[in-house]
């Protein structure tokens, strides 16, 4: 049985209208059609013709003719380009087609006049200052050795604050789409964005574009103006010592290029076609970049030059298609930095940062559509691999394909604005067919079953920072913000709200009034009970929110020593210490098990919070590895080193000489780095006098059973409690 079109794959018409569930169809006629394509797909699979076989795929992806159909059942749009249409220098309407670019005139105009003033600044100020320091005035004097060596600082100082420059320009609209100021190092010569592959190309055009617009310009009788150029600049360093020829090397084919390529190409093309149309654009930059050189001699052959530069970048740039709609492009953008920290291992990303920053527009609809994306993965990825519509295109990214095919499918439906847009639409029917059998693979008839549980289905809890507010404060305003607000029954400072509730832009979350924390981890300090005037040492501090409970609870009376070794982590513990005004903070950047516990700087600590690192297993039922990879697999040799080290910390935070209280807690649901842990220290802590100690008398959920004492150690169950998964033990002496 052989189909001509993806039409011909008779399949029920998908409800775009609701974000979390596909309904097979209810109307009469429609109920009537997917009864047809059950009975279809039986006998296609009886006659071992799988939906989208080798074959079917084929056969969806030949050149076609579509007509949408409005409510009137009248032909509203037409389109007729070629599925898996491939496009390159010949191309001109991609050619034509603007770039997205985020910021508007004054930026653009504020970065070149800041270049500018750069590349001015370090040629006639700053080295000549540096000069006059080490005792060099005369610079025509130098030897040709001197010369290139100067040169050579020079191009890196103008190299640095040029990209400086672009960087402080741009830095607010950061994340960047994937076509503006980006490029992979590491795939050099990978088809289509191979950078150094079009490089090259542009290397190889320029002697043969600059010779025939030179001689062009001679025979309309242009007359070379005298006075030097650029090139009899670099001839007169040119010396054939090693020295010379390596700096003139970095300074012509390294850095130059570099600077350039990402000032004039990168930011003020793609910046320009935003106000004129790309050919426009890639001459007018040109242009600046002919000027640029400050050489009236080569100012035609130079802007000869920057123009095939610039038509050589375009369809490099171009690789790759973006999403045209904000929201889209950015979730594809937080979703592809998601997945590359999740493949790499790589902690600091999440979804939140990366989608609720300041720089983002559209800050909730671009968290729903890259969380629903995200629950939808799974979903997504094998109605690609079925439908083959990455492997028939090689310009649309995996995450742009997941959030566009998320939004044709479940979420609020998708108008084919760019090339991209139109690529999925145009595959709609393979991408409909591909789902069906998804779901029929999985026994299911609605792809909300088979969805993992998020943070979204859960009630959300906020602590308030009793340094700056008190909870009755709270919970008033908090009730004319959201509504529905309650105060936790077991931790007087925590209050329950509604999981609708998004408080991320909240003024009181912004100036450090109230902390956005789950209740288990909220947990450990109220575990600890410390009182005020006393020392309290986090060992394992950042970000700082446990930190700052603990400071609340003292009421900034007493100290705590809040210790982490990461710079990057160590720098948000510090920003969060001094929002919540925990000014009883004391932070130390250092490896707590390299401090020194029995000297005389930590002998008035009297309680120690220890949360280590740890798996995160009672996290991921909430967070991003849980969406990515929802498989069970446990990575048993990362589970024995961080067990280790965790026990290394509990033994050393008990040589602290005067230690009363010490509260163990991870966000693990594994035995091992929970009551294992603990077994392995009691030893030791009954040989100092410390014994195990419950904290909530009245929590239902406590330790492995197959564990000693397990009764007096805490346990937060993700779906039974509605926080994260928690253990905790205190010890008490």
């Given at each position: ?102 910021w508007g005139g004054l930026t653009v105009a504020a970065g070149m006049v800041g270049w500018a003033v750069s590349f001015l600044g370090v040629a006639l100020v700053l080295l000549p200052a540096v ?603």
């Open positions: 049985m052989q189909a001509t079109s993806c039409q011909q794959h008779v399949c029920p018409r998908l409800n775009n209208r609701s974000p979390a569930s596909i309904s097979l169809i209810s109307s009469p006629a429609r109920t009537q059609k997917a009864a047809v394509s059950r009975r279809l797909h039986s006998a296609q699979q009886q006659l071992g013709c799988l939906i989208c076989s080798k074959k079917r795929r084929e056969s969806c992806l030949l050149p076609r003719r579509c007509i949408k159909l409005g409510s009137s059942k009248q032909p509203i749009e037409e389109v007729t380009e070629e599925a898996g249409q491939k496009w390159g220098v010949f191309q001109w309407r991609e050619y034509n087609r603007p770039w997205q670019v985020p000069g006059s320091l080490v005792g060099v005035k005369d610079f025509t004097s130098m030897s040709a050795t001197d010369k290139s060596v100067y040169a050579l600082a020079n191009q890196i100082l103008e190299t640095f604050a040029g990209l400086g420059i672009v960087f402080l320009a741009t830095r607010k609209f950061m994340p960047l789409s994937p076509d503006i100021l980006k490029f992979d190092i590491r795939e050099p010569f990978a088809k289509p964005r191979g950078w150094l592959a079009w490089g090259l190309l542009g290397v190889l055009l320029s002697p043969l574009v600059v010779g025939a617009a030179a001689a062009a310009f001679s025979l309309l009788g242009y007359d070379e103006v005298n006075g030097k150029g650029t090139v009899d600049g670099v001839a007169q360093i040119l010396s054939l010592d090693l020295p010379s020829f390596a700096s003139l090397f970095g300074v012509t084919a390294v850095l130059a290029p570099i600077l350039e390529e990402t000032v004039f190409r990168g930011f003020l093309l793609t910046s320009l076609t935003k106000f004129m149309p790309t050919w426009a654009a890639v001459i007018a930059s040109s242009v600046a970049f002919g000027l640029a050189h400050l050489s009236v001699r080569d100012l035609p052959q130079l802007v000869v030059l920057g123009t095939l530069l610039g038509f050589v970048y375009v369809p490099n740039a171009r690789a790759f298609w973006t999403c045209s709609s904000v929201v889209d492009r950015q979730a594809a953008h937080a979703l592809e930095k998601i997945l590359e920290a999740h493949t790499t291992r790589r902690h600091g990303v999440s979804l939140k940062s990366l989608t609720l920053g300041s720089n983002i527009e559209a800050k909730k609809a671009t968290y729903a559509v890259t969380l629903e994306s995200l629950k939808h993965l799974q979903v997504i990825d094998a109605i690609l691999e079925r439908s083959q519509l990455l492997q028939d295109c090689s310009q649309l990214t995996r995450s742009s394909a997941v959030v566009l095919v998320y939004e044709l499918l479940f979420g609020q439906g998708m108008r084919p604005l760019g090339p991209a847009e139109r690529h999925v639409q145009k595959h709609k029917d393979c991408l409909e067919a591909a789902l069906f059998a998804e779901l029929q693979d999985r026994g299911v008839q609605n792809v909300s079953e088979i969805l993992p549980e998020t943070e979204e289905s859960r009630p959300r809890s906020v602590r308030v920072n009793t340094i700056k507010l008190t909870v009755a404060a709270a919970t008033s305003r908090l009730q004319a913000d959201v509504g529905s607000v309650e105060p936790d029954d077991l931790l007087g400072d925590v209050l329950i709200l509604p999981s609708s509730c998004h408080l991320h832009d909240h003024p009181w979350v912004k100036n450090g009034n109230l902390i956005l924390q789950s209740k288990a981890s909220c947990m450990p300090a109220q575990a600890l009970q410390p009182k005020p005037g006393w020392t309290v040492m986090d060992c394992c501090a950042a970000p700082g929110n446990k930190t700052t409970h603990v400071a609340a609870m003292l009421d900034n009376k007493g100290e705590v020593i809040a210790v982490d070794r990461d710079p990057q982590r160590f720098k948000r513990l510090k920003a969060n210490a001094e929002l919540a005004g925990a000014t009883c903070i004391r932070c130390i950047q250092d490896d707590f098990l390299k401090l020194d516990l029995e000297g005389a700087e930590f002998s008035s600590v009297d309680g120690v919070l220890l949360d280590p690192s740890c798996s995160g297993s009672g996290t991921t039922h909430t967070q991003l590895d849980r969406l990515l990879s929802p498989s069970e697999d446990i990575d048993e040799g990362r589970l024995a080193s961080l067990a280790s080290f965790q026990e290394k910390a509990m033994r050393h935070a008990f040589k602290l000489p005067n230690l009363k209280r010490l509260v163990y807690s991870t966000c693990s649901l594994y035995s091992n780095e929970g009551e294992e842990v603990i077994q392995k220290v009691m030893p030791l802590a009954t040989q100092l006098g410390f014994k195990l100690q419950d904290p909530f008398p009245s929590w239902p959920r406590r330790g492995h059973r197959e564990f000693l004492q397990s009764d007096l150690m805490i346990r937060a169950d993700p779906k039974l409690d509605h926080t994260d998964g928690f253990f905790l033990a205190l010890f008490v002496r």
